[in-house]
């Protein structure tokens, strides 16, 4: 994975991911009103789910190891989002592709393990793709363990280092603005009832699913990731329409050789 955005270095990267919370954000100016939707997750799960290491890497996820050959990518992206986008506290980022196969929910994972190694607080993963059986290898019974008929939460653990790890129920491929307000909603609730310091949002591609669209325009910023000789130019050009010229993104170069494209 490349990044096509150059990094701004700052110290003291741990106190500026587990800064306080900031008034005035997209998701809390949107919802004066909470839906019952926002209490379907139970937010202090008593049983954490450990994960084979093993399996994680075999994967591809490795953000929870600081020193794996592959982390230093990721804990890059995560500099950049800290240093140039970073909002406080409750910070919601979205991560999606042009297309499937993109490796979206690779980056999401590790992003949110690379997060956890430093953050002060809860970190939250929003699995919108339902890639946890896949990439993390839960058993359908731990993915699906819920406390309510519309959403999962649980924490997963690799080596110390845990995430939450919600799996919402309504997300579903071609979802409209129905969708849209109630994971924005659901959100808004998992942010009041955790207080976490980031919620990351692992999100359809863009060019196919409307949920994806209106979810970026919410979130504080936005990872957008291309894949090597999968997607193209004129992929990458419609889904820029989609951002605002104000709009916080980082664009990142994934399944790229070694030294070259």
């Known amino acids: 994975m490349e990044m096509l955005n150059n990094i701004l270095p700052h110290s003291r990267l741990s106190e500026r991911i587990g800064g306080a919370s900031l008034p005035g ?8 009103g909470l839906s019952d939707q926002t209490h379907c997750f139970p ?12 399996f994680l890497e075999q994967h591809r996820v ?4 600081a020193n794996h050959r592959l982390t230093r990518a990721y804990d890059v992206l995560r500099n950049q989002i800290v240093n140039q986008q970073f909002v ?17 929910s690779t980056t999401a994972f590790n992003l949110a393990f690379s997060f956890a190694r ?46 939450n790890l919600v799996r919402p129920d309504l997300v579903q491929p071609g979802a409209s603005s129905t969708g849209s307000a109630s994971l924005t909603d659901s959100v808004e609730g998992l942010r009041q009832g ?11 591609p863009l060019l196919d699913c409307d949920l994806a669209v209106q979810m970026v325009a919410r979130a504080d910023s936005t990872v957008l990731v ?16 989609f951002f605002h010229a104000g709009q916080k993104l980082q664009v990142v170069l994934n399944k790229a050789l070694r030294h070259g494209l």
């Not at 490795?62 to 190891?65: D, K, P």
Request: with cysteine; hydrophobic share 40%; charged share 15%.
């Open 25 to 32: 954000t997209a998701f809390a100016s949107q919802n004066s």
């Open 43 to 54: 937010f202090a799960p008593s049983h954490t789910h450990p994960l084979s290491v093993t």
């Open 62 to 65: 490795v953000g929870f190891r």
């Open 88 to 104: 406080g506290a409750a910070h919601v980022l979205a991560v999606t592709a042009p297309g499937a196969g993109c490796g979206t």
């Open 118 to 163: 430093l953050a002060a607080g809860p970190v939250v993963l929003v699995d919108t793709n339902h890639a946890a059986v896949g990439l993390l290898g839960l058993s359908s019974t731990e993915s699906s363990r819920s406390d309510a008929s519309r959403g999962r939460h649980i924490i997963v653990e690799a080596e110390d280092v845990r995430v």
């Open 194 to 204: 955790l207080k976490p310091n980031i919620v990351i949002l692992d999100l359809p």
């Open 226 to 241: 291309l894949a090597a000789n999968r997607s193209t130019r004129s992929e990458f050009e419609i889904c820029r329409t």
